[in-house]
C-alpha cells in the first residue's frame, strides 16, 4: 500500500471514493491478472489489488463504517510497536488506535459532513437499494450529502448502469465551481447481484462478476478525466464486502466468510491534468 498524508491534501484536492459494491477480492484479482481491466490496472500499485478486510459484511454497515472513517483494514497481521495500520480519515473520538499523524481528522459524526464543513461540495451517486431514497433506511446514507442521485437506470438492475453512473457523476462535476473543491461518492451497482448478463449466463456467479467489472472499467476514465481536469485527486477503490458462490455451501453475504471478508482496495493520488481549451 501507498501511504498517503491526508492533512496536505485538505483544501488542495478533491476527494474521489467510489465502492465497487459486492465485489469480491478474488474476482477483481483475477481480472486484474487476465488483462479484463486495463484501465483498474492502471491506476493499481504494480496493477493489483490490495487484499483487505471489509468493516462488515453487507452494504449497509460496510458504508456506515466507511463514512465515519473505518475503511477496509489491511490483511496482513500488523506490528502493534510500529505499524498501526493508521487510517485515511476520522471522526474524533477518545482513545482511536488508528488515528496517526497523516490522518484527516474530523470533529464531525462523520466524514462527508467533515468534508463539507471543510468548504467541500459533497456529491453521491447511488447505486444499491441502501442509496434509492425509497425509504427511511434506504435515505439514511444519502442524507450525508450536500447532493444525492438514484434512479432506475444507476440501480443494480440496469445493464448499463456503470455508464450512466459515471455520466451522472461527471454532469455534476461539470456543474460545480472550477475552485469548489469536490467529495465525490460513487457506490457502483454493477458488480451487485444481478450480473448474469453480463456474460450471458443464467445465474450470478464469480465469473459473470468478473464481466461486470470489466463493464465497469470502460466507464472509469471518463471520471477520473472530469476529476483530474479541476484538481489533483486523493482516490481510493474499493468493496464493501464481497459475496459467497456456494464456497462451503454458502451462498450470498451477511455471513462470516472469507469470500464476504476479503475485499479488494486501492489508494492513490491522481495529479492534475490541465485540458486544452
Given at each position: ?200 449466463e443464467e445465474c450470478d456467479s464469480a465469473a459473470s462478476q468478473r464481466a461486470a467489472l470489466a463493464e465497469v472499467d470502460r466507464h472509469v476514465p471518463a471520471l477520473l478525466a472530469a476529476l483530474q481536469a479541476r484538481a489533483p485527486v486523493l482516490a481510493i ?38 485540458t486544452a481549451a
Amino acid at each position: 500500500m501507498s501511504w498517503i498524508d491526508a492533512t496536505t491534501c485538505l483544501g488542495s484536492h478533491d476527494v474521489l471514493f467510489v465502492t465497487l459494491d459486492t465485489l469480491r477480492y478474488d474476482v477483481a484479482a483475477e481480472a486484474a491478472a487476465r488483462g479484463e481491466t486495463p484501465n483498474l490496472a492502471r491506476l493499481l500499485p504494480n496493477g493489483a489489488w490490495e487484499l483487505r478486510h471489509s468493516p462488515a459484511s453487507f452494504t449497509f454497515a460496510a458504508h456506515q463504517a466507511f463514512f465515519a472513517g473505518f475503511l477496509p483494514t489491511p490483511a496482513e497481521p500488523r506490528d502493534v510497536a510500529q505499524d498501526r495500520h493508521d487510517r485515511l480519515f476520522a471522526a474524533r473520538f477518545p482513545g482511536s488506535e488508528t488515528t496517526g499523524t497523516g490522518t484527516l481528522v474530523f470533529d464531525t459524526p462523520d466524514i462527508v459532513s467533515g468534508f463539507a464543513a471543510q468548504g467541500y461540495h459533497t456529491i453521491c451517486i447511488g447505486g444499491t437499494g441502501f442509496f434509492n431514497k425509497r425509504s427511511p433506511l434506504g435515505s439514511v446514507l444519502p442524507a450525508l450529502f450536500d447532493e444525492s442521485w438514484w434512479d432506475e437506470s444507476l440501480g443494480v438492475a440496469c445493464r448499463d448502469s456503470a455508464a450512466n453512473q459515471v455520466a451522472r457523476a461527471v454532469e455534476r462535476v461539470a456543474a460545480q465551481p472550477a475552485d469548489k473543491r469536490l467529495f465525490v461518492f460513487v457506490n457502483i451497482a454493477a458488480c451487485h447481484p444481478p450480473h448474469h448478463f453480463y456474460a450471458g449466463e443464467e445465474c450470478d456467479s464469480a465469473a459473470s462478476q468478473r464481466a461486470a467489472l470489466a463493464e465497469v472499467d470502460r466507464h472509469v476514465p471518463a471520471l477520473l478525466a472530469a476529476l483530474q481536469a479541476r484538481a489533483p485527486v486523493l482516490a481510493i477503490l474499493c468493496s464493501d464486502h464481497g459475496t459467497a458462490f456456494g464456497e462451503d455451501g454458502y451462498h450470498g453475504h451477511r455471513i462470516g466468510h472469507p469470500s464476504v471478508w476479503d475485499v479488494p482496495y486501492a489508494q492513490m493520488i491522481l495529479p492534475y491534468r490541465e485540458t486544452a481549451a
